[in-house]
């Protein structure tokens, strides 16, 4: 998120995806503090999906008598 808001905002190029995230993603825009916003956003996003996919995971797991 960081870094494809920065390209668009230096080059242009990604714009039109940044556009996009920005509607899921508040303050996400092709600007620095934006990007910064955009990274925070990516990373909350990253880690609330990463600990639910670890969560399901340790339950297949339990359920099938691996541990």
């Known amino acids: 998120m960081l870094i494809l ?3 668009s905002h230096y080059t242009g190029l990604g ?8 509607n899921l993603y508040l303050g ?3 600007t620095f503090l934006g990007s910064l916003f955009g990274a925070i956003w990516g990373f909350v996003d990253a880690l609330i999906l990463g600990v ?15 541990r």
């Open 52 to 66: 639910a996919a670890a969560w399901i995971y340790n339950r297949f797991i339990e359920a099938r008598g691996i």
């Open 28 to 30: 996400y825009q092709s």
């Open 15 to 22: 714009a039109k995806i940044v556009s996009l995230l920005s």
């Open 5 to 7: 808001g920065l390209v």
